[in-house]
């Protein structure tokens, strides 16, 4: 029985300034699952996140998201997608709870218990304190808190674990399964981490030089590479050459 | 579209424009009573006679009004509009399901009608503090009649409606150059040069030139929200 996909891409490319960073880029993302993104610095990954997104226009090819063509369907993918890219922007003078608020109201979803969704990633007590006194950590749990709250059928994250702790990690990693394996969320994750990749994702996609050069499971990675996952990306990205 | 602006006030206060408003109030009355009074402090220069009349005393503080408002105008847009398109929170509103023209349109009306509504509340009062006293205690040689009066709001109301379209104008620079400081620097620009126009066509007619530039203005905006809207749509973060 074929599974359905909640993300797919077509021989996608985007060009910038005649620069092909996106080329022939082919992905697919099972419904349900968590997709981990590995690729180097500059390998396009948060450009592949922004045209899933709509916020950057495909030059050619194709991306659809839960089954609409992202180019076409923008504002329904948008309804249904939470995103986290690059570093996440609030307003700065307005609380955590404010600033949710604010994002339910824009993306017409109902009030859903903001509180909950605070506690959810790890935000006691923020109460009306503004975001401008957040530290880097707490800046990210309310990008993650923006990103779930109208729940969506799909979430972006670019780098989500960028700031926390390593308790911050471990939280988000249990939120991440949960939100997949409870409630059917697909995640499409992007990390520099490879063992965070490993323990969390489904699936995971090897993005280099704006294509990707393969999709593999953590199983098939240790199967093949007993010596671990960083072995293996040096492979598959360098060609078995160290960068040291 | 008053969700969307309503969500526009909710994270941006509008504290400081209200603070400004009085100020320009406050400042604007002085001007009315200092140019009332001129005449009667040096009898003797003959340039002052132009003071003597409301006709002239209304309009030039009228300019002086609009320009005041039109500079308040692209301070305020350059920061809910320019300032929000430019960098990384244009992707935080291109993220909303909500078409980015919408969004826009939204930002624009709700800067359109605050500077127009409050240049006009700044004019009335002023006016209307200026013309209680003059019917008590004359400070103006010219007499006070219904006629003055409605000419002077018929002109403020087009002055502030001219102060809010221009201001969209001054906008369209600095959105297309993504700059605060190009956005106020185009309101000054062209403040100062309606205000040369105005200062030299007012005389022969006040609400003719405030309806001139109101049109002129008017004709400009459609080029400009026509522009924008073309840009925003095909913009990418």
């Known amino acids: 029985m074929a599974t359905a996909l909640a993300v797919q891409t077509k021989n996608l490319c985007k060009t910038f300034n005649g620069k092909e960073v996106i080329k022939n880029c082919n992905m697919s993302v099972e419904s349900g699952t968590i997709y981990g993104f590995l690729g180097k610095n500059g ?39 939470g995103s986290l890219i690059e570093t996440p922007v609030f307003y700065e003078h307005l609380s955590a709870f404010d600033n949710l608020q604010i994002h339910l109201e824009y993306m017409n979803s109902p009030c859903t218990d903001i509180k909950d969704t605070l506690e959810a990633v790890g935000l006691f ?79 995971i996609g090897i993005l280099a030089e704006g294509s990707i050069l393969q999709e593999i499971s953590p199983q098939e990675i240790k199967e093949k590479y007993p010596s671990g996952m960083e072995d293996y990306f040096m492979s598959i990205t360098n060609g078995g050459v160290l960068n040291e | 579209m008053n969700k969307l602006i309503a969500l526009e006030l909710k994270r941006n206060g509008l504290r400081s424009y209200n603070l400004a408003v009085i100020i320009i109030t406050a400042v604007m009355l002085l001007l009315l009573y200092l140019l009332a009074a001129i005449p009667k402090i040096d009898p003797a220069e003959n340039e002052l006679a132009m003071f003597m009349s409301y006709k002239s005393l209304l309009g030039l503080t009228n300019i002086i009004c609009m320009v005041a408002f039109m500079i308040l105008s692209s301070a305020m847009s350059a920061k809910f509009i320019v300032e929000e398109y430019s960098g990384k929170r244009a992707a935080l509103l291109f993220s909303y399901p909500v078409a980015r023209w919408r ?125 924008l809207k073309r840009k925003i749509s095909c913009m990418e973060v």
């Not at chain 1, 396009?44 to 369907?73: E, H, Y």
């Not at chain 1, 702790?165 to 990693?173: K, L, W």
């Open chain 2, 103 to 227: 969004i826009l349109r939204a930002k624009l009306t709700m800067v359109f009608l605050y500077t127009a509504a409050s240049m006009l509340l700044c004019g009335m009062i002023a006016l209307g503090v200026f013309f209680s006293t003059e019917s008590v205690f004359h400070l103006c040689a010219d007499q006070l009649t219904i006629g003055i009066v409605c000419n002077g709001l018929l002109s403020l109301l087009l002055y502030s409606l001219a102060a809010g379209v221009w201001g969209m104008v001054a906008l369209w620079f600095g959105f297309c150059k993504q700059s605060v400081i190009v956005t106020i620097i185009a309101a000054v620009i062209f403040s100062v040069i309606l205000c040369q126009l105005m200062s030299a066509a007012f005389i022969l007619n006040p609400l003719m030139s405030a309806a001139i530039v109101l049109v002129s203005g008017l004709a400009c905006v459609i080029f400009v929200l026509s522009s």
């Open chain 1, 43 to 81: 390998a396009g990954k948060t450009t592949v996140f922004k045209l899933l997104l709509g916020l950057l226009k495909p030059t050619m090819g194709q991306a659809t998201v839960l089954g609409m063509d992202s180019v076409q369907n923008n504002l329904e993918i948008l309804k249904r997608t």
């Open chain 1, 125 to 203: 007590n923020v109460g009306t304190q503004p975001v401008s006194a957040f530290s880097l950590g707490m800046r990210q749990r309310l990008g993650i808190a923006r990103a779930i709250i109208h729940r969506p059928d799909l979430l972006i994250l670019d780098e989500p674990i960028n700031g926390l702790d390593p308790v911050g990690i471990r939280e988000m990693r249990g939120l991440f399964k949960r939100l997949a394996n409870q409630e059917g969320l697909t995640i499409l994750l992007s990390s520099h981490i490879l063992s965070e990749i490993e323990q969390i994702a489904d699936r």
